[in-house]
């Protein structure tokens, strides 16, 4: 059983509001990266952090941001919450040279 | 930019018959081919990787960069094998590209 866990499971947020979503890693991993995957389309990379640096984004606006702590453990904050961020966003945890071990995701509903 | 391409949202076979699932990717340099599988109601998982070139639960996968495909097959589809299955990609920075995913749905 993969040990990285995604909080909350479920989330519903009104237009405008923010979101902070969290991950907590796999054991002996230094890199996380987050998805944002919509229904019906396959998980889309958001970005990775890796020692507490953004390493690596990708076409999302600035109003998605992380944060990486000493721990290794990882959130997701979107600010102006639009109804399109409604998705499951899911976080993966890794190291060089080993595979990614993916959490069960948050769903994200947007009203 | 990296894409990729996995043409069928939906396949269907028959149990004990081939599988093939088709997966084309665009790549300007030397990228990381997977094969992720996500069972119903389980979390995404890696199913194999083409550096590894391992067969994992039956199937395997050839990168062919002339034809840029990463096409995944089994000669037998068993049920259990019903699953969503994504092609991924890894360029620079290890960011990883998915395609949109072959739903595999093997009938009794």
């Known amino acids: 059983e993969t040990g990285v866990t995604q909080s909350p499971t479920h989330l519903i947020k009104t237009r405008g509001q923010q979101v902070t979503l969290r991950c907590s890693s796999q054991s002996g991993h230094n890199t996380v990266s987050w998805y944002q995957q919509a229904l019906g389309q396959g998980p889309q990379f958001i970005f990775q952090y890796y020692r507490e640096e953004e390493n690596g984004r990708g076409n999302f606006p600035p109003r998605f941001s992380g944060l990486q702590f000493p721990n290794y453990s990882s959130e997701l904050n979107v600010n102006a919450l639009e109804l399109d961020d409604s998705a499951l966003y899911l976080c993966?945890?890794?190291?060089?040279?080993?595979?990614?071990?993916f959490g069960q995701g948050t769903r994200l509903t947007v009203v | 930019a990296q894409r990729v391409t996995q043409p069928e949202k939906l396949l269907s076979v028959f149990k004990g018959a081939p599988v093939e699932l088709k997966c084309n990717y665009s790549y300007s340099g030397s990228p990381e081919l997977f094969w992720y599988v996500q069972y119903s109601r389980q979390r995404l998982q890696l199913l194999l990787r083409?550096?590894s070139r391992e067969s994992i639960k039956g199937f395997t996968a050839d990168l062919n960069k002339g034809e840029t495909s990463f096409h995944l097959k089994k000669p037998f589809a068993q049920e259990e094998d019903s699953a969503m299955y994504y092609c991924a990609l890894s360029g620079g920075y290890q960011k990883v590209t998915f395609g949109t995913g072959t739903k595999l749905q093997v009938i009794p």
């Open positions: 993966a945890s890794t190291s060089p040279n080993t595979e990614a071990f």
């Open positions: 083409h550096i």
